[in-house]
């Protein structure tokens, strides 16, 4: 079983729609990571989180650790947003280290 | 800005080729890593290091090696590339914020072995 989990794999969604991106992980961690990646490869990240809720712009991430889940939302998707969004916690015992999921593929359509 | 710079963005190699990687970030961050990435697998740590001329052994080494001679640059290498080394290598480089950690990627160099 992967250490971490993400859904849905693949998401398309009209401009304008709220999006949501789920991550589950099953170690302790000292904080997670989101993560952007363009067609192309370049990644950057979003977000840095170890408790509640933060917002950037359009993005929220939110994470509760004692059910070890995070989700990132989206509101008002546009087109540029499509991209894959990869959840990376960072281990508790050695945070330099991230595990990474396989990542959501979000197309968003005009 | 935190730059991580990659070398190529696009690299066609033959079968038993050595293959250098480089990587080069300009924020003076200890730690700095060699991933790949292929479809359905996320990314995978190959090496990392903590500081110049340290290495460890990450996910998954076997066919690779790395070299930090500098603390800015991290070298990825292939000693005799082979086809099933066919991916996406991405760098990364970071530092401590507290107890956590802020990472920057580079842009990737994808990579065929033919």
């Known amino acids: 079983k992967n250490e971490v989990e993400q859904s849905p794999q693949n998401l398309t969604a009209q401009e304008g729609e709220f999006i949501t991106i789920n991550c589950s992980y099953s170690?302790?961690?000292?904080?997670l990571h989101w993560l952007q990646q363009h067609p192309g490869g370049g990644i950057v990240s979003l977000f840095m989180?170890?408790?509640g809720k933060k917002k950037h712009g359009r993005l929220i991430a939110t994470i509760n650790i004692q059910e070890k889940h995070s989700s990132l939302h989206i509101t008002a998707s546009h087109p540029r947003d499509s991209a894959v969004y990869i959840c990376?916690?960072?281990?508790?015992?050695?945070?330099?280290?991230?595990?990474f999921g396989t990542g959501t593929r979000l197309q968003v359509f005009p | 800005d935190v730059k991580v710079t990659q070398s190529s963005r696009y690299l066609v190699k033959r079968t038993g080729e050595k293959v250098f990687l480089e990587c080069v970030q300009d924020?003076?961050?200890?730690?700095m890593f060699w991933y790949r990435q292929d479809p359905g697998l996320g990314l995978r740590l190959i090496y990392f290091?903590?500081?110049?001329?340290?290495?460890e052994k990450g996910d998954i080494p076997e066919g690779y090696s790395v070299s930090r001679e500098k603390k800015e640059r991290f070298s990825l290498i292939l000693e005799s590339a082979s086809t099933n080394q066919t991916s996406m290598y991405l760098c990364?480089?970071?530092?401590?914020?507290?107890?956590?950690?802020?990472?920057?990627f580079g842009q990737g160099t994808r990579l065929t072995v033919v």
């Open positions: 924020m003076d961050h200890e730690n």
């Open positions: 170690v302790g961690i000292s904080a």
């Open positions: 990364a480089s970071s530092f401590r914020v507290g107890l956590d950690t802020e990472a920057f």
């Open positions: 989180l170890s408790s």
């Open positions: 990376a916690p960072g281990r508790a015992y050695n945070t330099d280290k991230l595990i």
């Open positions: 290091s903590y500081d110049v001329k340290m290495k």
